[in-house]
């Protein structure tokens, strides 16, 4: 690591700042696209896509794209649409999840499903799918194209195999981490490395910025599991606890239940069954999960991760582009503290 990149855990605070301010005309740009493509003649599509859409999410994906394309010095514009079909797959997935997992908060907001009702929800999810698919094939690059639909049924694996260790406390550290890499992580390296491909850049590079959205993705996963169990409903914008009470098996549970006693073992079984989930037993499972270091050790596999990602950045040139990278990486870890 060069003396230009700062360490994970530095006493600065961590901004996302650097990179919106690095892609702000870009975004702009995307933004368009995005409100575009999400109108309808069924009055219902802009209406519920815009309640998720509009509700404050930082853009994450999309400016990752926008943001390796800088990297590269890409002087073209078809990074816009494709910024906007990352944007529309992960909009998607989000209206599906809230579905699956019953929700009633997102980012602080009703969720459309409380709102609209799944039916609505899970169709106008659909319908976003539809539309990033129909801004690839504009694109015309079957490489873009293969990327971003292997992302999609990627993630939707992801779901399918989170779903089926739901409620499982035998899920173990491995198995959980390949969930999140591709419920997740897939999407955060495919929207970095089609930024190499618009870019005509060989297929190390394309590798790189892979290897970069990927750990990166893993990291902000990981940080978000730790907060469930370590925050409040404000700032984590869900409910308190949703995790636990779905019998989500995460890695502060993972690591709890590995390290508890037979009786805290037990309490775990009946818990992610869905028999202990009152709020006195959200409180034991928090104080199970501070007394076996499961939030900080979370979070240091987390800052591994995030290593890993900006260790995927030394090969690029120093500048203004790969320091708002960077910095996007220690934002990500940053939100737990």
């Given at each position: 690591m060069t003396a230009t990149v700062h360490p994970i855990g530095a006493v600065r605070a961590a901004s996302l700042d650097p990179i919106v301010q690095l892609v702000a005309a870009d975004l702009n740009h995307v933004n368009a696209v995005i409100l575009d493509r999400m109108q309808s003649e069924v009055a219902l599509i802009p209406e519920l896509a815009g309640h998720l859409i509009a509700g404050g999410g930082k853009r994450m994906r999309p400016m990752l794209t926008l943001a390796c394309a800088r990297l590269l010095d890409y002087q073209g514009s078809r990074h816009h649409k494709l910024a906007a079909a990352v944007e529309f797959i992960h909009t998607a997935t989000l209206l599906h999840d809230d579905v699956v997992d019953g929700s009633g908060l997102r980012r602080g907001r009703r969720t459309a499903n409380i709102i609209w009702g799944n039916p609505a929800s899970v169709l106008v999810g659909d319908f976003l799918f539809s539309r990033s698919f129909e801004l690839m094939v504009e694109d015309g690059s079957l490489k873009v194209l293969k990327i971003l639909s292997r992302a999609s049924s990627v993630i939707a694996?992801?779901?399918?195999?989170?779903?089926?260790?739901?409620?499982?406390?035998?899920?173990?550290?491995?198995?959980?981490?390949?969930?999140?890499?591709?419920?997740?992580?897939?999407?955060?390296?495919?929207?970095?490395?089609?930024?190499?491909?618009?870019?005509?850049?060989?297929?190390?590079?394309?590798?790189?910025?892979?290897?970069?959205?990927?750990?990166?993705?893993?990291?902000?996963?990981?940080?978000?599991?730790?907060?469930?169990?370590?925050?409040?409903?404000?700032?984590?914008?869900?409910?308190?606890?949703?995790?636990?009470?779905?019998?989500?098996?995460?890695?502060?549970?993972?690591?709890?239940?590995?390290?508890?006693?037979?009786?805290?073992?037990?309490?775990?079984?009946?818990?992610?069954?869905?028999?202990?989930?009152?709020?006195?037993?959200?409180?034991?499972?928090?104080?199970?999960?501070?007394?076996?270091?499961?939030?900080?050790?979370?979070?240091?596999?987390?800052?591994?991760?995030?290593?890993?990602?900006?260790?995927?950045?030394?090969?690029?040139?120093?500048?203004?582009?790969?320091?708002?990278?960077?910095?996007?990486?220690?934002?990500?870890?940053?939100?737990?503290?």
């Amino acid at each position: 690591m060069t003396a230009t990149v700062h360490p994970i855990g530095a006493v600065r605070a961590a901004s996302l700042d650097p990179i919106v301010q690095l892609v702000a005309a870009d975004l702009n740009h995307v933004n368009a696209v995005i409100l575009d493509r999400m109108q309808s003649e069924v009055a219902l599509i802009p209406e519920l896509a815009g309640h998720l859409i509009a509700g404050g999410g930082k853009r994450m994906r999309p400016m990752l794209t926008l943001a390796c394309a800088r990297l590269l010095d890409y002087q073209g514009s078809r990074h816009h649409k494709l910024a906007a079909a990352v944007e529309f797959i992960h909009t998607a997935t989000l209206l599906h999840d809230d579905v699956v997992d019953g929700s009633g908060l997102r980012r602080g907001r009703r969720t459309a499903n409380i709102i609209w009702g799944n039916p609505a929800s899970v169709l106008v999810g659909d319908f976003l799918f539809s539309r990033s698919f129909e801004l690839m094939v504009e694109d015309g690059s079957l490489k873009v194209l293969k990327i971003l639909s292997r992302a999609s049924s990627v993630i939707a694996e992801g779901e399918v195999d989170q779903l089926t260790a739901q409620r499982r406390i035998e899920t173990g550290e491995d198995h959980y981490l390949e969930i999140i890499a591709a419920k997740t992580a897939a999407l955060f390296a495919a929207a970095c490395r089609i930024a190499a491909v618009v870019a005509e850049r060989e297929e190390a590079v394309e590798e790189a910025l892979d290897a970069y959205g990927r750990n990166l993705g893993v990291a902000f996963q990981l940080v978000d599991d730790a907060i469930d169990y370590a925050s409040d409903a404000k700032t984590m914008g869900k409910g308190v606890g949703d995790d636990f009470r779905d019998g989500k098996v995460t890695l502060p549970v993972i690591l709890a239940y590995a390290r508890g006693t037979g009786e805290e073992r037990e309490f775990w079984r009946e818990a992610i069954a869905g028999r202990r989930a009152g709020d006195e037993d959200l409180a034991h499972a928090i104080r199970l999960i501070e007394r076996h270091d499961a939030i900080s050790d979370t979070l240091e596999r987390a800052r591994h991760y995030g290593r890993r990602a900006i260790d995927a950045l030394g090969p690029f040139p120093a500048g203004r582009a790969r320091s708002a990278l960077v910095e996007a990486v220690e934002f990500a870890i940053a939100r737990a503290y």
